[in-house]
């Protein structure tokens, strides 16, 4: 899934890359923003949290920049990867 160089682990660069790539899935209609009727299952409280500048869209920046911080929650050795373990009790927990 993530894991662009076949090492059996997750680095932070390849994670980013592939939130980077959800960002252009999700942005419709290519503003280069995400509203919230782009993100459907995103509560409002989620989305508000993600945008820092409360303009009621995401950047690129700011998508990428929320889904990061949730790497180092996914990596619970703290070992700077994550692997498909690490991802799969990460979804069971939220």
Same mark, same amino acid.
């Given at each position: 899934? *993530? ?5 059996? @682990? ?6 980013? *890359?592939?939130?980077?790539?959800? %960002?252009?899935?999700? #942005?419709?209609?290519?503003d ?11 509560? @409002?409280?989620?989305f ?8 009621g ?5 700011? %998508?990428?920049?929320? #889904?990061s911080?949730? %790497?180092?929650?996914? #990596?619970?050795?703290? #070992?700077?990867f ?9 979804? @069971?927990?939220?």
């Amino acid at each position: 899934m *993530f894991d662009g160089n076949e090492d059996g @682990k997750i680095d932070r660069t390849e994670y980013q *890359f592939e939130i980077v790539k959800a %960002f252009i899935t999700l #942005d419709q209609n290519r503003d280069d923003y995400l509203e919230p009727k782009e993100m459907p299952g995103m509560d @409002k409280s989620a989305f508000d949290k993600a945008d820092k500048d409360t303009d009621g869209r995401l950047s690129t920046y700011e %998508f990428v920049t929320a #889904d990061s911080l949730k %790497f180092d929650e996914i #990596d619970t050795n703290s #070992d700077g990867f994550v692997t498909e373990t690490e991802i799969a009790g990460h979804q @069971k927990r939220h």
